[in-house]
């Protein structure tokens, strides 16, 4: 334990320092403040006694975290109202008896100590808090998510969620909206953490708007459904902004229609034992008041599958170039057939999260028959 005496006369700061050694205390010493912020900065002492009010008052305000007592000549009303304003732990007359000089330091040291001891309390009790309101909106976000796998009509879609901490700031939906269309995406919310995982609860109510809500054209033309979903972000001036790859499959045709709002990497078609990027870009949404978007298109065979990742894959890829972390994905994609086969042959880790920093998501719609 070290303390701190700051004090530009010699004589003064060996009388303090003095009394501390009789009481078995290491002390320190800095005869102006400059000296003396930098000791604070480093050595971090355990209490700071000045003889200067105005030094006293100066460090006290700037060093919350450690005490600050001023042993003064001067113990008038106005003396001490200016110091305990300024943040003066204690106010000692000076100068003082060994006996009771010991008395008050270990005062100070003990309130300190037990203010500390409070501190870490409170704030181990608002990390349990935080932990469980979080683990509270993860379950309320996995309820959100389709069920997993399903099945629609002969395609089946799975998918998979890691995120980086307990809430995700990635989201996945599918579902049916007529006899003959279906919707699927993949959404990356730009962040991570509680503030992009409330923009999946509004992703999830757009879903349930567009199965209620869509015109006719949004079956064939998916971009429309983004530049919707664009001036939906917009006016909620949330101050963030989604890349999602979004599709519509035709059931009547085995066609899948699909745009990309600045969604990377690009969806993967595996087909026959090879793997190709279905190439195509655009905006995000949410940022820009005027989005348009192309539309690509691809027709699936029985054994045909997409793969859909979000850029955190990317992340924990050990390859050192983006070309060669694309490659190695198309190459895990040539060798499986699900979900987990893919996360295994990336060499991901199956736990239900991430070790890179950011989340990772993988969907998979597979044309069964």
């Known amino acids: 334990m070290s303390l701190l005496v700051v004090e530009s006369d010699p004589e003064a700061d060996s009388s303090i320092a003095d009394l501390l050694k009789q009481l078995g205390y290491a002390s320190l010493s800095a005869s102006n403040l400059k000296t003396a912020a930098e000791i604070c900065d480093h050595a971090q002492p355990q209490l700071v006694i000045c003889q200067r009010l105005d030094w006293a008052n100066t460090l006290a305000a700037q060093y919350r975290n450690i005490p600050v007592a001023l042993a003064s000549r001067d113990t008038s009303r106005s003396v001490l109202l200016c110091a305990f304003h300024a943040g003066v732990a204690d106010v000692w007359e000076w100068p003082i008896e060994v006996e009771q000089f010991g008395e008050l330091v270990g005062n100070v040291l003990q309130r300190n100590c037990s203010a500390s001891r409070q501190t870490d309390r409170r704030l181990d009790q608002f990390v349990q808090d935080l932990e469980r309101d979080q683990r509270a909106g993860r379950y309320i976000q996995l309820g959100m998510l389709p069920p997993n796998p399903m099945a629609i009509d002969r395609y089946r879609l799975h998918h998979k969620i890691a995120p980086s901490l307990i809430l995700s700031g990635d989201f996945v939906d599918y579902f049916r909206v007529s006899e003959r269309y279906f919707v699927f995406y993949v959404a990356d919310v730009s962040g991570h953490g509680a503030s992009s995982a409330f923009v999946t609860v509004l992703l999830k109510n757009f879903s349930r708007r567009l199965r209620r809500e869509y015109r006719p054209s949004m079956l064939t033309n998916p971009g429309e459904i983004l530049e919707w979903l664009n001036r939906e972000l917009l006016d909620q001036k949330i101050d963030k902004h989604v890349a999602m790859f979004i599709a519509v499959g035709d059931l009547d045709e085995n066609v899948v229609r699909f745009a990309n709002a600045g969604h990377f990497p690009p969806a ?65 994609v040539k060798v499986s057939d699900t979900v987990h086969s893919v996360w295994q042959a990336l060499g991901l880790s199956m736990s239900e999260s991430s070790e890179g920093p950011d989340d990772i998501t993988c969907l998979s719609v597979l044309r069964e028959s």
Do not use: C, H, M, W
């Open 268 to 332: 993967i078609l595996s087909s026959n034992g090879t793997a190709r990027f279905l190439e195509l870009t655009g905006k995000p949404i949410g940022l820009f008041d005027v989005v348009s978007y192309e539309i690509g298109t691809v027709e699936l065979s029985v054994g045909d599958q997409l793969f859909i990742f979000s850029d955190g894959v990317i992340d924990v890829l050990p390859q050192d170039s983006l070309p060669e972390k694309e490659r190695s994905i198309l190459d895990a």
